[in-house]
């Protein structure tokens, strides 16, 4: 369940950075996910995951001990498929003036 609105997630690059590594590797622990970003503490990106989870972003894999963090894509399909979907026919609406302007010759 979404506690907070998936943009909120998607608002920091530090969470963004976080979510384009779980895309690219999969599952990864908390101390890989810090390893990986360099520009932040470990206690800092320790402090983004649980925002990424209430925002339905990343999901948590136990497996032992160990949790590791996976991506949920579902909330950015949405974002994908509802939100920006509604800009679409202002891009075909653009690219058809443009279209017409350089058939136009001006």
């Not at 649980?50 to 991506?71: D, M, N, T």
Request: net charge positive; hydrophobic share 40%; with cysteine.
């Amino acid at each position: 369940m979404k506690v907070r609105d998936v943009f909120v997630g998607l608002a920091d690059p530090t969470r963004r950075q976080i979510l384009e590594l779980l895309a690219t590797n999969g599952s990864l622990s908390a101390g890989a996910l810090a390893d990986s970003v360099a520009e932040i503490s470990r206690p800092g990106v320790s402090r983004h995951l649980p925002i990424l989870r209430e925002c339905g972003l990343v999901a948590v894999e136990r497996s032992g001990k160990e949790q590791r963090y996976i991506i949920d894509e579902v909330p950015l399909i949405e974002v994908r498929d509802r939100w920006m979907s509604q800009f679409a026919s202002n891009q075909v609406k653009s690219l058809k003036r443009l279209r017409k302007r350089v058939e136009q010759g001006g």
